[in-house]
């Protein structure tokens, strides 16, 4: 059983920049963030493999960035350049048998999740 605690979401304006963690409690072949806004289905955001391979939702390709620190177990989500329909609760979430990271953007079927963080982003 892994636990995924997330952290730092928020509110910032148009254009702002805001940074997302998620500490893991185990071990885990791909971890990543999905994110679900009012009335709308959960879609993949970011996801990265034991390789450091990453793999972007084509609508924040190159306005965010998902790292990990192996050391520390802990997932970040760097975003830039935010824009109101970024505006969804973020979910980290991770899985042990996964192991490319555009598949498991693809599949969205991951063992485990966040309990959830907002980021709000204001016109």
């Known amino acids: 059983q892994v636990q995924l605690v997330e952290s730092g979401g928020g509110s910032v304006q148009t254009g702002g920049s805001l940074n997302i963690s998620c500490v893991a409690s185990g071990y885990s072949s791909c971890m990543a963030w999905f994110r679900q806004a009012p009335g709308k289905k959960r879609e993949g955001v970011a996801t990265?493999?034991?390789?450091?391979?990453?793999a972007y939702a084509t609508s924040v390709q190159g306005r965010f960035t998902i790292s990990k620190d192996n050391a520390k177990n802990t997932l970040y989500l760097q975003m830039t350049s935010l824009k109101p329909e970024d505006t969804a609760t973020y979910y980290c979430?991770?899985?042990?048998?996964?192991?490319?990271?555009?598949?498991?953007?693809?599949?969205?079927?991951?063992?485990?999740w966040g309990q959830g963080i907002l980021v709000t982003v204001s016109s």
């Open positions: 979430a991770a899985d042990s048998n996964i192991g490319n990271a555009r598949y498991g953007l693809g599949t969205g079927r991951f063992e485990y």
């Open positions: 990265i493999d034991l390789d450091g391979d990453t």
